[in-house]
């Protein structure tokens, strides 16, 4: 029963940071920043699976009743490189400024900032929430990063909806490289599984019980993780339900959390000697594994959330820990096949271990590298500005493969060494 309710647990506290394409702006989350490609960057068959006919963001606020008799909240909605230009740290127009002449007072309550100076459309407005207000609607006209803040002027409280509507489907656009990835990824790895677990089975009729039964694991859990991220990609461009979006990535979560876990076992355990020759305790392989499924449920549940400076130190550290786990793997696999290359009983099988070490060897040039990479890359963006202008966010089209997916092709090369190898 405990058991039962520890999954539960965990289940629902991985789907509340579940992503989907609709926001809450309010008091205290008063800025969100969401990533979009423009109408040129669609092809022509693309408005056939999307829902809408022009990426656009519309911003509804609730009706809300407040002390203040006419509650106004101050909204700004802009590309992310002109965000210096007008919001928060700039001036709202109140009755000194139109006294001085700086604005109108048809613009009461509206920011006014060096609009004219943009390299691309700023939106101001002043939103009065007590006389229900009508649906701000902004076109997006290219592809890139946009803001929308809302700062409460007189309203001390308010509440509203922003949702970005995207011509490209219902997925956000920072996880449409994904998408394509993990399409290629599904088919990669069950053509893989199936040549590796032949040559597996067909060459290796000795290997022990328990290793064999979680090889198969291995193997079904890499290809049921590429199927359901793609499948679940593809629902969420094709219908975005938010619920169930969040169940499906919830169970994405646990399964690649999982995969991790075992691909990082089956590794360790397969490269090891002859079981009269191995002095070596399995431990290593239990603990890595647990480790590589703590790292993964929370360097995942932190890749969904939207950038938000107090979370920024944390997703560091989850993805950082992840990486570290894999850079480990690797180590301890190049360093069995160095042992395994010098085993008299493995004679004749030279080319093969030999082939094991080079990948090993590849593979863990690759993690390292990698993770010396994400560190340098989320340091950068943790300290950055508010608006984010540093690399990371240059290449935010990028950033599905640069922290993240890199992972899964560091995971399936501790599938492929221990085939070559054990």
């Known amino acids: 029963?405990?058991?039962?309710?520890?999954?539960?647990?965990?289940?629902?506290?991985?789907?509340?940071?579940?992503?989907?394409?609709?926001?809450?702006?309010?008091?205290?989350?008063?800025?969100?920043?969401?990533?979009?490609?423009?109408?040129?960057?669609?092809?022509?068959?693309?408005?056939?699976?999307?829902?809408?006919?022009?990426?656009?963001?519309?911003?509804?606020?609730?009706?809300?009743?407040?002390?203040?008799?006419?509650?106004?909240?101050?909204?700004?909605?802009?590309?992310?490189?002109?965000?210096?230009?007008?919001?928060?740290?700039?001036?709202v127009c109140d009755s000194k400024a139109i006294e001085a002449g700086a604005c109108r007072p048809e613009s009461y309550g509206?920011?006014?900032?060096?609009?004219?100076?943009?390299?691309?459309?700023?939106?101001?407005?002043?939103?009065?929430?007590?006389?229900?207000?009508?649906?701000?609607?902004?076109?997006?006209?290219?592809?890139?990063?946009?803001?929308?803040?809302?700062?409460?002027?007189?309203?001390s409280t308010f509440s509203a909806v922003m949702r970005l509507h995207s011509a490209y489907g219902h997925l956000p656009a920072i996880q449409v490289g994904k998408w394509h990835f993990m399409a290629f990824c599904f088919l990669t790895s069950l053509c893989l599984s199936v040549a590796v677990a032949i040559n597996h089975f067909k060459g290796r009729p000795s290997m022990e019980v328990h290793r064999s039964r979680l090889f198969v694991l291995v193997i079904c859990l890499v290809c049921l993780d590429a199927a359901i991220a793609w499948a679940n990609l593809t629902y969420i461009n094709r219908h975005g339900y938010q619920y169930a979006?969040?169940?499906?990535?919830?169970?994405?979560?646990?399964?690649?959390?999982?995969?991790?876990?075992?691909v990082v076992s089956f590794a360790l355990q397969s490269l090891r000697p002859r079981p009269s020759q191995d002095r070596s305790s399995p431990w290593v392989a239990y603990v890595l594994g647990v480790a590589a499924f703590a790292f993964t449920v929370g360097r995942e549940r932190e890749m969904l959330r939207d950038r938000n400076e107090s979370h920024d130190a944390l997703q560091?550290?989850?993805?950082?820990?992840?990486?570290?786990?894999?850079?480990?793997?690797?180590?301890?696999?190049?360093?069995?096949?160095?042992?395994?290359?010098?085993?008299?009983?493995?004679e004749g099988k030279g080319t093969r271990s030999r082939a094991a070490h080079c990948t090993s060897?590849?593979?863990?040039?690759?993690?390292?590298?990698?993770?010396?990479?994400?560190?340098?890359?989320?340091?950068?963006?943790?300290?950055?500005?508010?608006?984010?202008?540093?690399?990371?966010?240059?290449?935010?089209?990028?950033?599905?493969?640069?922290?993240d997916e890199w992972q899964t092709i560091s995971c399936l090369g501790l599938v492929v060494v221990p085939a070559l190898g054990a």
Not at 393 to 401: G, K, N
């Open 361 to 403: 060897l590849a593979m863990a040039i690759f993690t390292f590298c990698f993770l010396i990479l994400d560190a340098v890359l989320l340091h950068l963006w943790s300290r950055a500005d508010e608006y984010g202008h540093n690399l990371l966010t240059r290449l935010w089209w990028a950033r599905w493969f640069l922290v």
């Open 110 to 155: 509206a920011f006014i900032g060096r609009l004219e100076d943009a390299k691309h459309p700023i939106l101001t407005e002043a939103v009065h929430i007590s006389q229900y207000p009508s649906t701000i609607y902004f076109p997006l006209t290219g592809s890139g990063s946009y803001c929308v803040e809302a700062i409460g002027f007189t309203a």
């Open 245 to 262: 979006c969040e169940t499906i990535w919830t169970l994405n979560i646990i399964l690649r959390a999982c995969r991790n876990a075992a």
């Open 1 to 91: 029963m405990h058991h039962l309710t520890f999954w539960l647990s965990l289940i629902l506290h991985i789907a509340s940071g579940a992503m989907a394409q609709r926001y809450q702006l309010n008091q205290s989350h008063w800025r969100q920043c969401v990533e979009a490609f423009g109408p040129a960057s669609l092809s022509p068959g693309t408005l056939a699976s999307g829902a809408y006919s022009r990426s656009a963001i519309s911003l509804n606020f609730a009706n809300l009743v407040t002390a203040e008799k006419d509650p106004i909240v101050s909204v700004a909605i802009f590309r992310k490189i002109d965000g210096q230009l007008g919001g928060r740290m700039h001036y």
């Open 316 to 346: 560091l550290l989850w993805t950082l820990g992840s990486g570290v786990v894999l850079v480990i793997s690797h180590i301890e696999c190049l360093r069995r096949t160095m042992s395994l290359r010098r085993q008299p009983f493995r």
